[in-house]
């Protein structure tokens, strides 16, 4: 059987780069070596592609500019469509010229978290290349990098939600009116007051998120936000606040299939970047099934005792209805927050490509399934969801012919 070529593109010009590179490397390690042989594709921060068997290696990040005798500057080629499979290309000058070198695959998967990887920004490419990938098509990933429309879309399907603000940033020149924000603030949320949760709309993994006790930590919080994004969502913050997060993917009946449930276990108030990926490693924390370095665990609690019937069949039914009608695809992880008092539920936000892709709570799903099963799965369904979009792209064929060969 000849093996397929799975190239893990990763990094990035993202402030979610370096965790990217670890999920990235992690899914390398987790590849079934009898079907697929790994091809890594590096980013970097200045968005330069790059390709060598040394990208497998944690030890060699931070790359400096690339610089390094083991790997070759890439570029992907665009014209693939009229290629007999998917490749890179590289050049090098020569002494009678320009020399290009083609690397082939057969298939994409994107592992670059937030911006310009995780946004449809990114599938669009692949798409408009016609190159298999995996995971979410471009509308599911783009309409759930935007928190804000994610959740008017499952407020219209009744699904529990928290109210919201959102707040554009101000043109250049312009300075954040306190008072113009209160009010709002009292506008949108009547019954709510400080403190409030603060988060950029279009960023993951917990960056410039923040709890502003008043108005000037609000005003700080917001200006923060504002060097990562143009737009901010302020939230209520949830008293006695617990956190469930839940995987989902498609099962081989075609239907939405859910993972273990786990509850991240924090220190503060809110769980931010540091605490969600530079905290120690406690019991519960997830089992590696192949060779991995892969990012430090967070602490959790798997399928937690303390969760109710009630709030786990909430958590399951809503977790499959928005990925079937986001039309999602690949592992994603659905986020959710409870106040541990009242035991209310609100749906929080959905990663298309969450860290390590959530294998872990696949571990110890209802139908448990390893790492190696799970990018084998996600490999199958891209080729699948991607030869399922191919059609004719011919005037010829929609009857649209306008010039004519003379």
């Not at 609690?301 to 039309?327: C, S, Y």
Request: glycine letters at 8%; aromatic letters at 8%; one cysteine or more.
């Amino acid at each position: 059987m000849n093996k397929k070529i799975v190239a893990v593109i990763f990094g990035g010009r993202s402030v979610e780069h370096d965790v990217s590179i670890l999920t990235g490397l992690q899914f390398l390690d987790a590849l079934d070596s009898n079907r697929f042989t790994g091809l890594p594709i590096y980013i970097d921060p200045l968005g330069q592609w790059w390709t060598g068997s040394a990208l497998k290696k944690r030890s060699l990040y931070p790359v400096e500019n690339g610089q390094s005798a083991d790997l070759t500057a890439v570029n992907l080629d665009l014209n693939a469509v009229n290629m007999a499979q998917p490749q890179l290309l590289s050049r090098s000058k020569k002494l009678l010229g320009e020399k290009i070198d083609t690397i082939p695959f057969d298939i994409m998967v994107p592992a670059i978290h937030g911006s310009n990887g995780e946004d449809g920004t990114l599938q669009g490419l692949l798409e408009f290349a016609r190159i298999p990938y995996t995971g979410c098509r471009l509308l599911g990933a783009a309409v759930t990098m935007d928190k804000a429309f994610t959740k008017q879309t499952a407020r219209a399907a009744d699904i529990n939600v928290l109210d919201d603000l959102l707040i554009d940033r101000p043109i250049e020149g312009v300075f954040l009116d306190e008072k113009n924000v209160a009010k709002m603030l009292k506008e949108a949320m009547p019954n709510s007051s400080f403190p409030y949760i603060v988060k950029p709309v279009n960023l993951g993994s917990s960056v410039g998120v923040s709890r502003a006790g008043d108005m000037d930590e609000m005003i700080a919080a917001l200006l923060a936000v504002f060097r990562l994004d143009n737009q901010a969502i302020i939230e209520p913050f949830v008293d006695n606040l617990s956190e469930y997060n839940i995987a989902v993917r498609m099962g081989e009946d075609g239907k939405a299939e859910t993972s273990a449930i786990e509850q991240p276990e924090r220190e503060a108030d809110l769980l931010d970047f540091k605490g969600k990926y530079l905290a120690g490693s406690k019991a519960g924390s997830p089992k590696l099934d192949a060779p991995s370095e892969g990012m430090v665990s967070l602490n959790r609690v798997i399928n937690p005792d303390g969760m109710t019937v009630a709030q786990e069949t909430f958590i399951r039914t809503t977790a499959a209805k928005i990925f079937d009608m986001l039309a999602l695809a690949g592992s994603v992880r659905i986020d959710f927050l409870c106040d541990s008092k009242s035991g209310e539920v609100w749906f929080n936000e959905v990663n298309t490509i969450p860290g390590s892709f959530a294998y872990f709570l696949w571990q110890d799903a209802p139908n448990p399934m390893s790492f190696v099963e799970l990018t084998s799965h996600m490999i199958d369904e891209g080729f699948r969801l991607s030869k399922a979009r191919l059609g004719s792209t011919g005037a010829a064929a929609g009857g649209a012919t306008i010039f004519q060969a003379g």
